[in-house]
């Protein structure tokens, strides 16, 4: 099956700095991946669309200044969290869809806990 | 606004019992539903897609209806083991962009040996 890696797993960082997750399709091309935030006991809440070599579709509400999506490969989407705050800590995943295969599934990520201190 | 309700409530079950989820949604209209399960501190993990005109779909233990008259789909795990417990997410696709899926907060089961 299709293997969606995410790096880091894990990252604790202080308030204000900034923060960068990568995500990866490894046995397959991805042109479109998506980012979502999980908080505790919550739904998983897409943030956006990444689309390999254009600008990023952000939901309603997600501050597109504040995560910055780069999708600059076929295997590679990456969402940088900038000036990271508490509010921002989260469990973050993507997912990408096999090319072709229509709606059958969307492959995730294991996804990277971010805590901000 | 779009609502997709899953029962908050953990549902324990006995080992070798089938375990029910239910899954509500109010002002969708779905092209499809998905069934996922997230294990704590991972990524879902698809299970099943049934489309709006199908009424079913089996896959080994796993068993999707979808009423699109109720706006309800139920997941239904027959001979639970305890390795299915984990969470379990439906959701939802086909308004606001084809491709875009909208999840529901998830049903913790737990079965019990």
């Known amino acids: 099956g299709a293997v969606v890696s995410q790096h880091p797993s894990r990252v604790i960082c202080k308030s204000g700095t900034s923060v960068k997750i990568e995500c990866r399709s490894l046995?397959?091309?991805?042109?479109?991946m998506f980012w979502y935030r999980q908080f505790p006991k919550q739904s998983l809440m897409l943030m956006a669309t990444s689309n390999e070599g254009s600008k990023a579709t952000y939901e309603q509400g997600v501050e597109k200044d504040k995560f910055l999506i780069n999708h600059a490969s076929l295997t590679l989407s990456t969402l940088t969290v900038t000036s990271a705050h508490p509010e921002d800590s989260s469990f973050y995943i993507c997912s990408a869809r096999l090319p072709g295969s229509g709606l059958d599934e969307q492959f995730f990520g294991p996804g990277t806990r971010l805590t901000v201190l | 606004s779009q609502k997709i309700e899953q029962n908050s409530e953990a549902l324990n079950i006995q080992e070798g019992k089938t375990a029910t989820l239910t899954c509500n949604y109010t002002?969708?209209?779905?092209?499809?539903l998905q069934w996922y399960r997230q294990d704590p501190g991972r990524g879902p993990v698809f299970l099943l897609l049934i489309r709006e005109n199908e009424k079913e779909k089996r896959k080994e233990r796993l068993k999707v209806t979808f009423d699109t008259t109720l706006k309800q789909s139920l997941f239904h795990i027959t001979a639970s083991q305890p390795a299915d417990s984990a969470t379990y997410l439906c959701a939802l696709g086909g308004g606001g962009g084809y491709q875009k899926v909208t999840f529901g907060t998830g049903t913790k089961l737990q079965v019990i040996p």
């Open positions: 046995d397959f091309q991805a042109t479109t």
């Open positions: 002002n969708y209209s779905p092209a499809y």
